[in-house]
């Protein structure tokens, strides 16, 4: 009897023990599974439509492969010895803050390989770290992704979804179903190859006899990863659906009654093969290493040149190279590689590209674009200014 009083008192103290300690770990943790309906908050969305200013300008910063890791533990690449110690992705923030501050765009355009996937275990952390400082500025972004955005936890279209719905981002998974009259048709997407294809418009200057038009068009592309093509393994390319797409969009755009087609610009992130020709050509800027693209033609030159208002195309993915050439009357130019993780050169500053277009001006109004230049800026002391550029330039303003 005793015994059997020893073994119920034994086990009745066991088990308090066991409540209590599940009770102490749930106090410990309790609040961290619940829903803190104070940190819920919607999308902070930029306002929207992008417009040009007051001043009649519309400037972009391309910001080209950051390969952006895991913050302060992620270490630079390819940066003298004196410099490596104390160089991180830390320094690549630094950058984006300074063209900020310097530059003032009005759209921040990413383009491919904003984190490197194989240097981070949480790919959408990395692109909070990576974004950051657009949505901090509350500046209008938009991003593509590279060949290397894909590698950690996200594939492409989760990253393109998850890029959408970040704070003031103008990011699109993909382009949606349009009828006749160019009205949205509830939310589908047209089906297209890749995630990242779509179209910005930006609108005149406000109180300008413009102000409620298509002034200047942006076109985005998924220009993919990696395929096998008759065996071989090369860079992907944008493919004949997504040029059908522009197409399309560019024969809707030329019904414009003020000033049917404007002029546009492409930004994707691997060079179309045609890009490896302008070595034989007169450029502007560094082409210090072979163009990695498809082995496959894509279509795309041609098609440009058959619209006619792709006035100019902006890249990435070989970092070395800053270069602009002109390839039948259309400029391919790179950013230039932007981030310290990424591989570059030792002694060759990281560098930005900043895309301006001006308007033109009648007799009281703003008009159409008159002007598109560009130039780029190094991450030195100075934040030095080089190799600016006209790309683009007429002498009719559309209205007079």
Known sequence: MKSSMGNWKHTVLYLTLIISLVYFIESLISHKLHINHNKIHLKRSPNLPLRFRDDGTFKILQVADMHFGMGIITRCRDVLD?????????????????????????????????????????????????????????????????????????????????????????????????????QIKGGAMRLIDGFGNYRLRVYGAPGSVLANSTVFDLFFFDSGDREIVQGKRTYGWIKESQLRWLQDTSKQVHNQRIIGNPPALAFFHIPILEVRDLWYTPFIGQFQEGVACSIVQSGVLQTFVSMGNVKAAFMGHDHVNDFCGNLKGIWFCYGGGFGYHAYGRPNWHRRARVIEAKLGKGRDTWTGIQLIKTWKRLDDQDLSKIDEQVLWETSDSFLK
Do not use: K
């Open 82 to 182: 004196s410099e490596f110690e104390y160089c991180s992705d830390l320094n690549t923030t630094r950058f984006i803050r300074r063209m900020i501050e310097a530059e003032r765009p009005d759209l921040i355009a990413f383009t491919g390989d904003n984190i490197f996937g194989s240097s981070t275990t949480d790919a959408a952390e990395s692109l909070i770290q990576a974004i950051g400082l657009a949505i901090e500025y509350g500046i209008p972004w938009a991003a593509i992704l590279g060949n290397h955005d894909q590698e950690s936890t996200l594939n492409r279209e989760e990253l393109m979804t998850f890029l959408s719905l970040m704070d003031f981002s103008v990011s699109q998974v993909n382009p949606p179903v349009e009828d006749d009259s160019n």
